[in-house]
């Protein structure tokens, strides 16, 4: 079956940086897109980036443009999110995403951005 396993979220102060993972298994993972989301108590889990199953193509939410990366590696069936220059309103929790004709979440990573 499908699984999507995220980790590598934690306190940050502003400005810092983190690498989220999301391991995944249980389908062919080179060929399949990836995104990533986040969602804040309250309020709609919102997209933040995408990257296709070649890995050629990315994109991302204008609030996180600049300062966030995706990219995976396929050796090892893992999508990373690479966080730079946090701000206190990137705390959320942050789901990986993929589409194997449903759509599949993680348990989520939580990211705290503070001082």
């Known amino acids: 079956q499908v699984q999507l396993v995220e980790s590598g979220g934690g306190l940050v102060q502003p400005g810092g940086s983190l690498r989220l993972s999301c391991a995944a298994s249980g389908f062919t993972f080179s060929n399949y897109a990836m995104k990533w989301y986040r969602q804040t108590p309250g309020k709609e889990r919102e997209w933040v980036a995408g990257?296709?199953?070649?890995?050629?193509?990315?994109n991302y939410a204008d609030s996180v443009k600049g300062r966030f990366t995706i990219f995976r590696d396929d050796a090892q069936n893992t999508v990373y999110l690479q966080m730079n220059s946090l701000k206190a309103e990137d705390t959320a929790v942050y789901y990986c995403?993929?589409?194997?004709?449903?759509?599949?979440w993680g348990q989520g990573t939580q990211v705290t951005v503070s001082s």
């Open positions: 990257i296709t199953s070649s890995g050629r193509f990315r």
């Open positions: 995403n993929t589409r194997v004709t449903l759509d599949y």
